[in-house]
């Protein structure tokens, strides 16, 4: 089974072949590498009936086509319709490649990052945190029972619009998160996306482990105090 080439546009004659060196011709003398992919999804489109949209890269031009084949007079043609979206393909490269250096850094740095899908019937909903979408109530239950009242009052206050953006510490409940040790927390977030109403949609922030930063601020503290204790008994 081979595909004959029998007509082809102005545009692929300029940039692929010319009218000449391809009208008559099998795919598999002119682009064996391709035929596979080409094949495969012509056979799926004349089966059913329907366009297949697939992608290529033609190493030959270094570029990536978008391409749908859709039969014609009961599968004996095919008409393919190809579409040059080498900047697309580059641009989402970048972007995917970039996003992964971004979480690298970020897990480094002990930041991660999360978001809150809020319901509009009851102003909660589900947080996606490191691609795990979970439960409000489950948030809270990893949160040390002490921090949550102030920490839930900081959400609700972003939501209600009386701040713009939340900054909270807390501790960790090591048992339920399956650690052996408390950590403490920064959580900060913002508004990401507002209803026609003005109402949030979402909430974006991040997480970082501060556990390190803490106990340098108690031993600081602590040494303020014994050095003002030296100073009274001098």
């Known amino acids: ?50 366009p297949v949209n697939f992608q290529y890269y033609y190493p030959d ?86 921090d949550v009242k102030y920490v839930r009052k900081a959400v609700e206050n972003l939501i209600e619009g009386r701040t713009s953006i939340m900054k909270e510490e807390y501790r960790t409940v090591p048992m339920v998160l399956g650690y052996n040790k ?3 927390v920064e959580a900060t977030a913002i508004v990401g996306e507002r209803d026609d109403n003005g109402r949030p949609v979402s909430l974006v922030g991040s997480l970082q482990i501060i556990t390190s930063r803490k106990k340098m601020e108690e031993e600081l503290i602590l040494a303020k105090a014994h050095a003002e204790e030296s100073n009274k008994l001098k």
């Open 1 to 50: 089974v081979d595909l004959i080439y029998r007509d082809i546009n102005d545009r692929f004659a300029s940039e692929i072949l010319k009218r000449e060196d391809c009208i008559g011709k099998f795919d598999r003398e002119l682009f064996p590498d391709s035929m596979p992919i080409f094949l495969q999804n012509s056979n799926l489109a004349k089966q059913t009936g329907k």
């Open 61 to 146: 031009k270094d570029t990536f086509f978008e391409i749908m084949v859709l039969p014609s007079e009961e599968g004996r043609f095919m008409e393919y319709f190809c579409m040059d979206c080498t900047r697309l393909y580059r641009v989402r490269r970048e972007l995917k490649e970039f996003s992964e250096k971004m979480a690298l850094a970020l897990e480094v740095s002990n930041v991660y990052p999360w978001r809150w899908n809020i319901d509009k019937r009851n102003g909660t909903g589900n947080i996606i945190y490191n691609s795990i979408s979970i439960t409000e109530d489950e948030v809270y239950s990893h949160i040390e029972s002490k």
């Open 182 to 184: 408390m950590e403490w």
